[in-house]
């Protein structure tokens, strides 16, 4: 059926890198963006950026420049998001979504990343 | 583009009508979702367009509004209406969310 399925909860310490993965199925890959967002704890939505699962140069959230980049392989309908340089504030669950013109549906399970020492 | 939902938490019953806002800094046209998120479970879409019931909602939900101000309206909360609901905006980059509304039991 469709949905995306993440890959498992990571802890990570500081100014290290985090790289969590989203697969798609159920439906034509490349027909829809795909979106992450995050929520850090008792906290609301932020997103983060996009991808073209066609190709092109993916869009990122400006508080993410330069520390963020999303990545995808239409072989396994799979997308990524790399995370570097982490600091204690990006502890939070990441969500992926498949999106269309007007909404964000489904989204992933989620991803907790725990940043700490 | 902002959006301030209000309020930010409600207490009602069972069988309330409850109503939550969603006011854009700027005007959005109808790119405007609502979603639904019950802890430790991700957001699930309910509205979109503004108004356009997604596939599978109940029809005790309703969304309504243009351009800068949106609201959403259960017309008789059910036990499992208790959770967070959170607008969206898809009009321009950066997308935005609003601060999110928890709706608990009175």
């Known amino acids: 059926q469709l949905q995306l399925v993440q890959s498992g909860a990571e802890v990570e310490k500081p100014g290290a890198s985090v790289k969590i993965s989203c697969k798609a199925s159920?439906?034509?890959?490349?027909?829809?963006?795909i979106h992450w967002v995050r929520q850090a704890p008792g906290q609301g939505l932020e997103w983060v950026g996009m991808?073209?699962?066609?190709?092109?140069?993916?869009t990122y959230a400006q508080n993410f420049q330069g520390r963020v980049t999303m990545t995808r392989d239409t072989s396994t309908s799979t997308v990524s998001l790399e995370l570097s340089s982490l600091r204690s504030e990006d502890t939070a669950v990441y969500y992926c979504?498949?999106?269309?013109?007007?909404?964000?549906?489904?989204w992933g399970q989620g991803t907790l990343v725990t940043v700490s020492s | 583009i902002q959006l301030t939902q209000s309020p930010s938490s409600l207490s009602a019953s069972v069988g309330d009508r409850v109503t939550i806002t969603c006011r854009a800094s700027?005007?959005?046209?109808?790119?405007l979702a609502w979603y639904q998120q019950k802890p430790g479970i991700a957001p699930k879409l309910l509205i979109y367009?503004?108004?356009t019931l997604h596939s599978g909602v109940p029809s005790r939900f309703s969304g309504s509004g243009s351009g800068t101000d949106f609201t959403l309206t259960i017309s008789s909360l059910l036990p499992e209406d208790f959770a967070t609901y959170y607008c969206?905006?898809?009009?321009?980059?950066?997308?935005?969310f609003g601060g999110g509304t928890k709706v608990e039991i009175k």
């Open positions: 367009a503004a108004s």
């Open positions: 991808i073209n699962p066609r190709g092109g140069s993916p």
């Open positions: 979504a498949r999106a269309g013109t007007y909404w964000f549906d489904p």
């Open positions: 159920g439906y034509t890959f490349t027909m829809y963006f």
């Open positions: 700027q005007g959005i046209s109808n790119y």
């Open positions: 969206q905006q898809l009009d321009t980059f950066p997308l935005t």
